[in-house]
C-alpha cells in the first residue's frame, strides 16, 4: 500500500525557559510519555518555517512548511475572508479588523484596551453602524466573523500594501495608515490607505456617540469607539497542494486561517471545533484522521491550544495543556502505531512565549518523524532541548514537505523531468507518450 502522512501540528508548543519550571520550558516540565514514546521510535530536529530568531505568524509559517514561496502568501485577511466564507474576488483586499477602546491625546487616537469586552447584540449594534462606507468610487464594508473580531473588505482602485493601525500594544498612538515603502508610488496603495485612513476616523466618531457607548458611559464601563486593522490580503492564484507537492490533503483544524489556508490551498477542509478539553479534542481529529487515511495522503492536524495557553502569559497553564494533549494522543497512539504505512510527523508551526512580551518568539519547534524506514536516533524525550541532539539536525521552511516527500517514497530524483513542469514528487503529473497523435 501507498504510504500516508499525519502531521499533527500542536500550534505555539515551543517556548523558553522560566524560573518557576525550574529553568525548563513547559514541554520540558509537563509529562509525556506518549510523544516521549513517538520521540524514541524516530528521528528528532528542530523546526523553524523561516529563519531562527523571526517571529511567524500560523498563516506565514503554514504556507512555508507546505512547501510555498514567501511571495505567494495572500496575506491573513484574505484567508480569513476564506474561512468565514466572505466572498472576495481578487481586485478586491481584506484586512483583518476588530473593535477596540480608543482614547484621544494630543490629537492622536490612543489604544485604550486592545480586547474590550461587549455583549453579543452590543457588538452587532456597533458592527452594524460603520458596515458601509463609500469614498467616490471604492467603497469599504465591515464584516463581523465572530464577537468584536471581523473583515473589513475594500473595493475599488485597491491593494493589501498598507500598514496595521494596530501595534497591539496599549496605551500608544495608533499607527496612520500608510502605503507601504516599497509601494509608496503605487496609486492603488495610495488610494487604499486614504481610503482606510477616512473610513476609520468616520467610524470613530460614530462609534464614540452610539447609544451604546452612551449607556456604557453611564454604567461606568469603557466604551468600544474604534476600529483597528491590519494583515491585509489579496487573493492570487497558485498551485494547490496536490499539484504543489503530489499529495490530496485534509486539514482538520478549528480556526478561520485554517479552514482559509486549506480552501487557498485547494485541501479539503474538516472544521472540528474545540471544547475545554484540548486532550478529548486531539484524540477526536485524530480518530477523525484515521478515518479519514484511505482516502487521503497527508492529513494535517491541528491544535490552537498550547498558542491560546502561552497567550495567558502562564507557564504552568501550558504546562497541563501539553499533559492534556499528550493523554490525547494517547488515546489514539496504538492504533497509530500499527499502522506499517503510516508516517507520523509531530511538531509546531512556532515558538509561543508564556512570558514577556512576544506575541510569538523566534526560537525553532521541535519536530519528529516516526514511521516505515525513519532513522532512529538515541533521543528518547520530545522537547525543545533533546530534540536538539537528534539525527534530523536543522530542518527550514520548505524542508519540511521535502522529508514527507522522501519518507513516503514520493520524493523525485533530481535531474530527471517527466512533464515540462520542475515538480517534486514522484511519480508527477505528465502528458501519456500516445502512438496515435
Known amino acids: 500500500m501507498a504510504r500516508k502522512c499525519l502531521l499533527i501540528l500542536l500550534d505555539g508548543l515551543g517556548d523558553r525557559s522560566h524560573p518557576e519550571l525550574d529553568h525548563q520550558t513547559p514541554l520540558q516540565a509537563a509529562y509525556t510519555p506518549n510523544l516521549d514514546r513517538l520521540a524514541a521510535l524516530g528521528a528528532n530536529g528542530l523546526y523553524h518555517a523561516a529563519t531562527p530568531g523571526l517571529a511567524l505568524p500560523s498563516e506565514n509559517a503554514h504556507f512555508a512548511m507546505f512547501g510555498y514561496p514567501a511571495r505567494d502568501f495572500p496575506g491573513r485577511g484574505a484567508l480569513e475572508a476564506l474561512g468565514a466564507d466572505i466572498p472576495l474576488d481578487p481586485t478586491e483586499v481584506a484586512f483583518l479588523a476588530h473593535l477596540v477602546e480608543l482614547q484621544t491625546a494630543d490629537d492622536c487616537l490612543i489604544l485604550a484596551k486592545d480586547h474590550p469586552q461587549a455583549s453579543p447584540e452590543e457588538a452587532q449594534n456597533l458592527a452594524e453602524d460603520i458596515a458601509f462606507y463609500r469614498q467616490e468610487e471604492s467603497s469599504v464594508q465591515f464584516l463581523p466573523t465572530h464577537g468584536l473580531f471581523g473583515i473589513v473588505r475594500l473595493r475599488g482602485r485597491v491593494a493589501p500594501f498598507v500598514t496595521d493601525t494596530n501595534t497591539m500594544n496599549e496605551g500608544r498612538p495608533l499607527p496612520e495608515p500608510l502605503p507601504w515603502q516599497e509601494y509608496a508610488d503605487d496609486p492603488a496603495a495610495g488610494n487604499s490607505a486614504?481610503?482606510?485612513?477616512?473610513?476609520?476616523?468616520?467610524?470613530?466618531?460614530?462609534?464614540?456617540?452610539?447609544?451604546?457607548?452612551?449607556?456604557?458611559?453611564?454604567?461606568?464601563?469603557?466604551?468600544?469607539?474604534?476600529?483597528?486593522?491590519?494583515?491585509?490580503?489579496?487573493?492570487?492564484?497558485?498551485?494547490?497542494?496536490?499539484?504543489?507537492?503530489?499529495?490530496?490533503?485534509?486539514?482538520?483544524?478549528?480556526?478561520?486561517?485554517?479552514w482559509g489556508l486549506a480552501a487557498f490551498l485547494g485541501m479539503k477542509v474538516e472544521k472540528a471545533t474545540d471544547s475545554e478539553d484540548p486532550g478529548v479534542d486531539?484524540?477526536?481529529?485524530?480518530?477523525?484522521?484515521?478515518?479519514?487515511?484511505?482516502?487521503?495522503?497527508?492529513?494535517?492536524?491541528?491544535?490552537?491550544?498550547?498558542?491560546?495557553?502561552?497567550?495567558?502569559?502562564?507557564?504552568?497553564?501550558?504546562?497541563?495543556?501539553?499533559?492534556?494533549?499528550?493523554?490525547?494522543?494517547?488515546?489514539?497512539?496504538?492504533?497509530?502505531?500499527?499502522?506499517?504505512?503510516?508516517?507520523?510527523?509531530?511538531?509546531?508551526?512556532?515558538?509561543?512565549?508564556?512570558?514577556?512580551?512576544?506575541?510569538?518568539?523566534?526560537?525553532?519547534?521541535?519536530?519528529?518523524?516516526?514511521?516505515p524506514g525513519v532513522r532512529r536516533d538515541t533521543v528518547q524525550c520530545y522537547d525543545e532541548i533533546s530534540a536538539a541532539g537528534g539525527a534530523l539536525g536543522p530542518v527550514r521552511g520548505g524542508e519540511f514537505m521535502a522529508l514527507v516527500l522522501n519518507y513516503l517514497e514520493r520524493t523525485k530524483l533530481i535531474g530527471t523531468r517527466e512533464a515540462p513542469a520542475d515538480q517534486p514528487f514522484w511519480p508527477g503529473d505528465y502528458q501519456p507518450f500516445r502512438i496515435k497523435g
Open 282 to 371: 486531539l484524540a477526536e481529529r485524530l480518530a477523525m484522521a484515521r478515518k479519514a487515511l484511505p482516502e487521503y495522503d497527508f492529513i494535517h492536524l491541528h491544535s490552537k491550544a498550547p498558542d491560546q495557553a502561552a497567550h495567558r502569559k502562564d507557564p504552568v497553564a501550558k504546562v497541563k495543556v501539553i499533559e492534556a494533549l499528550d493523554r490525547g494522543l494517547g488515546r489514539e497512539l496504538a492504533t497509530l502505531l500499527a499502522d506499517p504505512d503510516l508516517l507520523v510527523a509531530v511538531t509546531a508551526d512556532h515558538s509561543t512565549p508564556s512570558s514577556g512580551l512576544l506575541v510569538h518568539g523566534g526560537e525553532p519547534v521541535p519536530l519528529l518523524f516516526a514511521g
Open 194 to 258: 486614504e481610503l482606510l485612513k477616512n473610513y476609520l476616523l468616520w467610524g470613530y466618531r460614530r462609534l464614540n456617540e452610539h447609544p451604546v457607548n452612551l449607556r456604557r458611559r453611564q454604567e461606568g464601563r469603557g466604551v468600544i469607539n474604534g476600529l483597528v486593522t491590519q494583515r491585509g490580503g489579496q487573493l492570487k492564484k497558485v498551485a494547490d497542494f496536490r499539484a504543489q507537492n503530489g499529495l490530496k490533503a485534509l486539514s482538520i483544524s478549528s480556526g478561520l486561517v485554517y
